[in-house]
């Protein structure tokens, strides 16, 4: 059976798109057309799915139909629909940022629903009909194939410069290279609208490819601009099978676009007006003469780098092709007027009744019959096109081509006649028949070749620097190595933003070890978070050997607290097998087994933070019932095998002191300490430290930034600094100067904020900081949102379209994990949220709070705190409470864990205890289980990592996603480009809320940390009018932007207007 297929289209679920695309009118449209099979397009999207179920039924095999109640347009050709979907990957590949797009077909509604659960822990598939997600083409491509053996992915419209695999802005140069070792599963490609047969013919590396083409319709009308034909049965296997093999009885060919319509056919600038072709281009040497910007390079351009063949007939294998004309554009043209005008649609439906379809009057019935039931004027038109005699302008960056039959002057003269169906007698010249490629690819070689690979034709490629390589202090600045080399003695490094803080720590280590002979177990390092140990172990990996790695000791405070007190747990009654007690289970704990009221925990809670942090021995808390609610709490316990979050520090505090044995022991293996983040320690932490190394010339070293202290509310104090200083009497300083992330700009600027007089110096001058005000927080998230597709060049056609970038900015942010958007409040998000997903831009949430205590993951790790501490009845209460366990449960807990390792430990309680609750799919209980791969057996190492974690230990920020975060979460962190919203005295400083007392000093520091992230761009952004707990506030700029000097800003007010749409150049042309 013989019938055409368009798989590529639309719902109404996808951004910019008709409201009419509903099955109802797709099925209408096609049969209008003259199409059998249509795709779905977006079943990616639940809404979508859940209206394809409702709406279809099936029919043939991996076929549906319409339901009867839903039809409204009834002919002798039965629409069918095969389900697709088109996903937008944007990701990093071979240091360039890739955006591709790709088209899924599945077999059935439960494949769809697999692939639909697994982009779902990937991205929000729910923002847009067509996703963007932040995953490799070739992962996408394993998750298709993994899910069933019939689904299959087709790259989208191969050549488009931004969102392709071959494009220009951001493709690869082969199929192979996008799709690595999947790539022999590839059997076909799209060609796009810019693109027509013969144009790839002259590829040879896509000889191997079937060409299809789909019109990637955004309304119903559009379906069909181009389309596949078939001969063969309907069903979705024969019509996989006929692409498949190429067979050109099964597979006859396409339906084409002109390719010169596309709107990405030829080089140019839109703005500019400025249309070339390639050769043009290569003579201009790729630049705007208007603007000094590189113009958008074109498809046609595109195919001509990376073709190894001038003529296209030398192609083995090559199916029929039929560039038209869309019936509607043709009657426009003969009747002067919109092609969306009534005149048009009356006409469109007047031929439609006189034919079957518009592919009928189009592609299947002959002249002879065509002007028998019309006229001379449209059978010569449709002879004209068939033959490709036609009159073209080409389309160039964003801007559509026009095909026209007839010249000027015959339009004019069409005009004058009374009716389509008159009579057009007099003799007219048509243009001769366009060659398969109207342009010279051999002369467009001999000029790329003789230019050498024009450097606008290149892909940046970032170098890449080894980070620490084998002769580690050739790295290193000459600060850096005195600092390095110190011996012995203790030493003090004073290190500001991006001056290589973690280098010369991890380069110190290793000087110690291998210069110096001192031993890997006698040294212990000492950071804030499991990212940064792990950075320094990292680091280490290309210096030492593996034995020397094995030995160190690098972890966290609390980690190294938690290894002590499994050591000594007997000695404060636990067995070691305790678990520990977070900050929320200390305030429940506190009122169910200590007694205090609702009213009081609070207070207490903090009291008992305050003694342990201070270090204060139980024998020196001054108020009697403080004391009293304390020794209470100490006991409850040890009643239930507890310890709390400050006990990994305050108790082996407490040990050291009263234990001189123990604490000889310590001292005698630890004969080097380091400590990162100095100004973040409080007085328990600095306690301990000098337990362990009491000696005035003891080997410590400290490195930190006093301008960074912003932990304050947590303990911190940055006195311990100068107490170093004293403590240490002989203490070395050392100050490293040289920034290697921040721009003078930015540092200038950031020292005004804090009000320092010693500069850092950065490596370049950079440019202003940008500032700006809004009307209100949704308008100053829409600005962001905005800003960052700028950055990027664009995350969607609809990008280029609503002219929010013209894709030329994409230089200034190489990929969208280097964008962060940090925010003083948690309550500011949900916002900036919003914007980001009305833009389809991927991001992730980083905040203060780790995955490890959010549910459902927390109730997960609850049962296995249970399962390795049974004696913890009060976790017992806690679960059975929650409805977690019952009684029964509780025996089958140690089944759990019998001989099996973290991950299937984890899994075992996920599927025993939450069935029906949550899904190992479930986002979060996918990152846990990828959390707990590699810690083995090691139930404690896992337990230490998730209870003492932070939130930037369980995210990932090299993923192609923006980054939403806290200011304090982003602390040691770095980002090409930074937005700060809510710049508003207030939030910056907070001190919006009158029960919360306001530490100027440590919100100025704050700001510092914030704008300090910035490697290249630095936003910051301020709303008139912010909407925060249920409350509209009226908030000035804040006052560290006024501190900043004017000649390191720049300062604009935004606001949104609609554009005028420039006139196109065929406007005349189209007699409205």
């Excluded at 689904?151 to 488009?160: C, Q």
């Excluded at 929320?584 to 205090?596: A, T, Y």
């Excluded at 003891?698 to 311990?720: C, E, H, L, M, S």
């Excluded at 440590?1002 to 008139?1024: C, D, I, P, S, W």
């Amino acid at each position: 059976m013989k019938f055409i297929a368009d798989f590529h289209i639309h719902s109404h679920f996808s951004i910019a798109t008709s409201k009419n695309l509903i099955p109802e009118e797709l099925d209408k449209w096609a049969q209008k057309k003259g199409i059998t099979v249509v795709g779905t397009g977006d079943f990616s999207h639940p809404g979508w799915l859940q209206e394809l179920k409702e709406k279809l039924e099936p029919k043939e095999p991996g076929l549906f139909t319409l339901k009867k109640e839903f039809q409204k347009y009834n002919s002798h050709n039965q629409t069918r629909f095969i389900l697709t979907a088109e996903i937008s990957n944007i990701y990093k590949k071979n240091g360039k940022v890739r955006k591709v797009h790709n088209v899924l077909f599945a077999p059935d509604f439960e494949t769809v629903e697999k692939i639909q659960n697994k982009l779902s822990q990937i991205g929000n598939i729910t923002s847009d009909g067509r996703p963007i997600l932040g995953l490799d083409s070739r992962d996408l491509f394993e998750i298709v194939l993994e899910t069933s053996d019939d689904a299959f992915l087709i790259p989208a419209h191969i050549w488009t410069p931004w969102f392709s695999a071959l494009g220009s802005k951001s493709g690869f140069d082969t199929i192979e290279e996008c799709y690595g070792d999947l790539a022999e599963h590839i059997f076909a490609v799209e060609t796009g609208l810019s693109s027509d047969p013969p144009m790839n013919w002259v590829c040879p590396f896509l000889d191997k490819y079937t060409l299809i083409s789909n019109s990637d319709a955004h309304s119903p009308s559009k379906l069909g601009r181009e389309a596949n034909l078939f001969d063969t049965e309907l069903s979705y296997h024969e019509i996989r099978d006929a692409m498949k093999s190429g067979n050109d009885k099964q597979f006859l060919g396409t339906v084409e676009f002109f390719p010169q319509e596309g709107k990405y056919h030829f080089d140019g600038h839109r703005k500019c007006g400025i249309c070339w072709d390639p050769v043009e281009t290569l003579k201009h040497k790729g630049i705007c003469p208007v603007c000094g910007k590189k113009v958008t390079v074109g498809v046609l351009n595109r195919v001509a780098q990376l073709a190894d063949r001038t003529d296209p007939k030398a192609r083995p294998q090559r199916h029929n092709f039929h560039s038209l004309i869309t019936l509607d554009e043709i009657l426009s043209e003969i009747l002067g007027v919109g092609k969306n005008s009534k005149k048009v649609a009356l006409a469109y439906e007047t031929l439609l009744q006189k034919f079957t379809s518009e592919f009928d009057i189009l592609l299947h019935t002959s002249l002879d019959d065509v002007q028998n039931k019309t006229n001379e004027i449209l059978t010569e038109a449709i002879r004209r096109m068939r033959n490709g005699q036609v009159h073209i302008e080409e389309g160039f960056d964003g801007e559509y081509g026009r095909i026209r039959v007839f010249t000027k002057n015959e339009i004019k003269d069409l005009q004058n006649q009374e009716a389509l169906f008159s009579d057009f007698t007099e003799e007219r010249k048509a243009p001769p028949p366009k060659p398969l490629i109207n342009f010279d690819i051999a002369s467009f070689k001999k000029l790329y070749t003789k230019e050498e690979e024009p450097e606008f034709f290149l892909q940046k490629k970032k170098k890449v620097i080894e980070q620490t390589p084998s002769d580690f202090l050739e790295e290193l600045n000459e600060k850096q190595k005195l600092a390095v080399q110190h011996y012995p003695g203790p030493l003090l490094i004073l290190a500001g933003p991006g001056t290589g803080k973690t280098r010369t720590l991890t380069a110190r280590i290793a000087y110690l070890i291998k210069q110096c002979g001192i031993k890997p177990a006698n040294i212990l390092a000492v950071t804030f978070t499991n990212k940064a140990a792990d950075e320094m172990k990292d680091r280490l990996d290309t210096i030492l050997d593996n034995t020397s790695k094995e030995e160190l000791n690098i972890s966290t405070f609390h980690s190294y607290g938690y290894s002590i007190l499994k050591e000594y747990a007997s000695y404060f009654k636990r067995d070691s097998q305790f678990s520990i007690l977070d900050d929320k289970e200390k305030q429940r704990f506190l009122i169910e087994k200590v007694g205090c009221g609702k009213k009081k925990e609070k207070a207490l809670s903090e009291e008992i933070s305050h003694i342990k942090q201070q270090a204060i021995p139980q024998s020196k808390i001054r108020k009697k019932a403080t004391k009293e609610l304390f020794l209470k709490y100490e006991k409850a316990l040890r009643q239930f095998n507890l310890f709390d979050i400050e006990d990994l520090i305050y108790k082996p505090v407490m040990l050291l002191k009263s234990e001189q044995k123990i604490q000889k022991k310590y001292q005698k293996k630890i004969q080097f300490i380091l400590i990162d983040e100095f100004q973040d320690i409080n007085a328990a932490q600095y306690q301990l430290i000098k337990l362990l190394k009491p000696e005035k010339q003891a080997n410590i070293t400290a490195i930190g930034d006093p301008n960074q202290a912003i932990y304050g509310f947590r303990g911190a104090d940055v006195g311990f600094i100068n107490k170093f200083q004293k403590d240490f009497s002989q203490t070395t300083i050392i100050s490293l100067q040289q920034s290697y992330r921040c721009t003078n700009t930015i540092l200038r600027a950031s020292n005004q904020v804090i009000a320092e007089q010693e500069m850092l110096s950065g490596l370049q001058e950079g440019v202003k900081i940008n500032i700006s005000s809004h009307a209100t927080d949704k308008s100053e998230a829409e600005f962001i949102a905005r800003e960052v597709e700028k950055l990027i060049g664009g995350v969607r056609f609809f990008s280029m379209d609503s002219s929010i970038t013209d894709g030329s900015e994409g230089s200034k942010v190489g990929s969208l994990s280097e964008v962060v958007i940090l925010c003083r409040l948690k309550a500011q998000m949900p916002t900036l949220e919003k914007a980001l997903n009305d833009h389809s831009i991927p991001y992730q949430k980083v905040t203060e709070n780790s995955l490890f205590f959010e549910e459902p993951v927390k109730s997960v790790l609850d049962v296995l705190r249970l399962a390795l501490n049974p004696r913890n009845m009060f976790l017992i209460d806690e679960l059975i409470k929650r409805n977690i366990l019952t009684i029964p449960d509780l025996n089958e807990l140690k089944t759990c864990l019998i001989e099996k390792n973290v991950q299937q430990a984890l899994e075992m309680i996920v599927k025993k205890f939450f069935k029906g609750k949550i899904s190992q799919l479930d986002e979060s209980i996918k990152k846990l289980m990828n959390c707990s791969d590699g810690f083995d057996d090691d139930f404690d190492a896992f337990l230490n990592f998730a209870i003492l974690g932070s939130g930037v230990d369980t995210n990932d920020f090299s993923l192609e996603r923006v980054n939403l975060l806290t200011l304090h979460s982003a602390k040691g962190l770095e980002f090409d480009c930074v937005f700060i919203a809510g710049c508003e005295d207030g939030i910056l400083p907070y001190s919006m809320l009158e029960n919360i007392k306001c530490d100027s000093e440590e919100e100025r520091k704050l700001f510092y940390v914030g704008m300090t992230r910035a490697r290249n761009l630095l936003y910051l952004t301020n709303a008139q009018n912010r909407f925060l707990y249920g409350k509209t506030y009226n908030l000035s700029q804040s006052p560290y932007i006024k501190a900043i000097e004017q000649e390191l800003l720049e300062e604009k007010k935004i606001e949104y207007k609609k554009k005028k749409k420039p006139p196109s150049p065929q406007s005349q042309q189209e007699l409205f």
